[in-house]
């Protein structure tokens, strides 16, 4: 993997992926690690809602290196608080495609509705990897794909590299 890759990161996914295995991401961990073995210069974190409550979040995803996106609510719909990001994600990876200059991207998610995009991507030759949070949100959908094309955060491997130490300051991860 070459020169510039973007990555998309569903944040609710990934939280509640590592947080369901009982671990944390760090978030600087986590940036330096997609810079460093994915040659990630852009890495887009989408979150479902604003609330006034996260703004240590968020602050923490911008400090990391993070481009926090939210997804667009109606003013009614806020305090359902719900977080699908899908469509967004699909949306920004498809416009990247039409507008952008890149070589792969980089999905972080196990959600199986990306499934479409991913094989889009792959056909393009323009996907590196999808990153599941854990084995088990990693969707049935991704079954037929061949290894080169994912990896699992909750690897030993990885998760020690990217895993919050809970002998620093404590930073909560959505």
Known sequence: MKGKNIAFIDGQNLHLGTGEARWQIDLNKFRIYLKDKYRVSEAYYFLGYVSEEQQELYSSLQKAG?????????????SQKKGNVDTDVVFEIMKTLIEEQFDKIVLVSGDGDYKKVVDYLIKKKKFAKILFPNRKFASSLYKELGSEYFDYLSARSVKNKIRFNKTHKKKKAP
């Open 66 to 78: 993070f481009i926090v996106l939210f997804k667009e609510h109606q003013e009614k719909s806020t």
